[in-house]
């Protein structure tokens, strides 16, 4: 049993659309390659030709058009799908899968080349009616560096423990 998601993105329109394909029309994906075109007309798109344009497998190591083959392999990469690029010059291994889809893939995603454009169902809620939620003001909490500021000061007035010598002398003032 063989099951993808097909994300379909029309560039023309700019919209997508998520759809399951199972069994016959799944087996229909595997052996193929990213670029290959073929008919989209068992997708409910009609007639219209879609090209593969990537995907990922079960545990979401995306698929890279440059590494062949079917299963993930461990790339030494500069950029790409699959990389975040922080500096210039930078190169990183990691794992993607291979350039062909085989029935353990997840995703795959398309793209519409030609003939009608994607119509997108809009999901309706229920619109509810809510009041503004009235919020209460909370005092300001104190940032780390003011507490690392007053730490350093040392205790405050109030907050300083009486010593054993500074309660006798107090005791002695009243008394005189």
């Known amino acids: 049993m063989v099951d ?4 379909i993105s029309d560039p023309k329109t700019g919209k997508t659309s998520q759809k399951d394909v199972k069994d016959d029309d799944a087996r229909k994906f595997i052996g193929l390659k990213i670029g290959d075109k073929l008919k ?9 030709e879609i090209e593969i344009t990537g995907g990922s497998d079960y545990c979401g190591f995306p698929m890279r058009k440059d590494v062949l083959g079917v ?5 030494l990469a500069v950029g790409g799908v699959g990389i975040r690029k922080k500096e210039k010059g930078i190169k990183k291994r990691k794992t993607v899968c291979g350039n062909t889809i085989h029935a353990k893939m997840s995703q795959i995603n398309v793209k519409v080349l030609g003939g009608k454009p994607i119509k997108v169902k ?5 619109r509810i009616e809510e009041k ?3 919020f209460k003001k909370e005092p300001k909490k104190k940032d780390k560096s003011e507490d690392k500021a007053e ?4 205790p405050k007035k109030e907050d300083k423990v ?3 010598v500074e309660l006798v002398e107090k005791k002695v003032k009243k008394e005189k």
């Open 122 to 126: 809009k999901e309706e809620k229920p």
């Open 162 to 164: 009486p010593t054993a």
């Open 132 to 134: 503004p939620a009235e």
């Open 40 to 48: 989209g007309d068992f997708l409910d798109i009609g007639n219209a």
């Open 4 to 7: 993808f998601k097909i994300v």
């Open 71 to 75: 299963g993930r392999k461990k790339i």
């Open 151 to 154: 730490a350093k000061k040392g």
